[in-house]
C-alpha cells in the first residue's frame, strides 16, 4: 500500500504531466532549452501512464519548432505605492499633492 507522501508524489507527478502535455499541445514552450530534462522526467517516472502519454507527444514534437510566436506577454505588476508610517506623514504626502496640483 502506498503511504500518503507516495500518493501525493504521484498525484503532483500526474497533475504535472497533464498541464505539461497541455502546454505541448498548445505550443507555448520553448522546447530547444527543456527537451531533454522533460524527456528525462517522463522516463524517470514512466510508471505513471500520464508520463507515458507525455513521453509520446514529446518524442513526435521537434525541438526546434515548437515554439509559438505568440507565447503569452508577461504581466507587468506596478510597484505598490508607500504606505506612510503616520498620519503626521499622510498629511505631509497630501499636502505635498496638493502642492503639485
Known amino acids: 500500500e502506498m503511504s500518503n507522501k507516495d500518493n501525493r508524489q ?3 507527478v500526474r497533475i504535472f504531466c497533464t498541464f505539461l502535455q497541455a502546454i505541448l499541445r498548445s505550443k507555448q514552450l520553448d ?3 527543456c527537451y531533454v530534462e522533460l524527456q528525462a522526467f517522463c522516463i524517470e517516472c514512466s510508471s505513471f501512464k500520464e508520463a507515458a502519454a507525455c513521453h509520446r507527444l514529446l518524442r513526435t514534437l521537434d525541438p526546434k519548432t515548437c515554439v509559438s510566436s505568440k507565447l503569452p506577454i508577461p504581466l507587468r505588476v506596478p510597484s505598490p ?5 503616520s498620519p503626521i506623514q499622510a498629511a505631509a504626502g497630501q499636502q ?3 502642492l503639485i496640483l
Open 31 to 33: 522546447l530547444s532549452k
Open 81 to 85: 505605492t508607500p504606505v506612510p508610517a
Open 10 to 12: 504521484a498525484r503532483a
Open 96 to 98: 505635498r499633492l496638493l
